[in-house]
């Protein structure tokens, strides 16, 4: 998952909205947004890397949302431990046991961003932050591959996009998600005088400057949008990229039937 924005309270009718694009290798194998347990036995909606076993986004049966991004380093640093793995961490233990076992273990992971969401508020993790472990409250945020609310121009862009469609949405849940949706699906690069220096070079910089990024090998894998209305109701649509094109969409997690999936 390389950017992510997400809106607290800044809607009478949604309280929570997040918008995410995942890039990643396209031959890095893949299994489509399903449910599934985590080790623990927690069950969740969620993509799975099948390669390390993890995610980079999860959604619980009650709502909340976890999600990890990497921290863009040039060096190239690896981890011990998969970072996929952080998000159903997240969704199984509760805050304040995650933070504790991260302050030993945060070091074994290459850099990384842990969100953890509900519709009231929600908290961020990064191995890469002077003060790791911060809570969130009411307002409109943005992550991609470096610490949140960092301002690269294509999370700029996305975040007061998805501000502004979420500020004037009406309780239309459908037409909310196809409108970021479409936003998501942005492929203009940023000018070159407003790139960050990440240690990738200029030209790699280029090409991952943009919301919706197209690769031969590298790009885009999925675009989701996840809505939690003010009665809790809740309701995800995901996009997969690729060789392949794939569209869920999945509604009321938390209802007697706890989700229906159209694939």
Sequence with gaps: MCLIAFTLGQNRHFPLVLAANRDEFFDRPTRAMDWWQTGAGTPVLAGQDLKSGGTWLAISADGRISAVTNVREGAGVTGHRSRGELPLLALEESRQDLFRTLAGTAGDYAGFNLLCLDSGSGWYYSNRDAHPGRNIFRGSFGLSNHLLQTPWPKLL???????????????????????????????????????????????????????????????????????VDATGYIRVSEQSWGPWQKKVNVDNLAGSDRAHALV
């Design 157 to 227: 862009r996305l975040r007061q996009s998805v501000t502004d469609v979420v500020g004037t949405a009406n309780a239309d849940a459908p037409a909310l998600h196809e409108r970021l949706v479409s936003l998501l699906q942005d492929p203009t690069p940023a000018p070159d005088h407003l790139l960050p220096d990440t240690g990738v070079g200029r030209d790699t910089e280029r090409f991952l400057s943009s919301p919706f990024i197209t690769g031969t090998d590298y790009g885009t894998r999925a675009t989701t949008v996840i809505t």
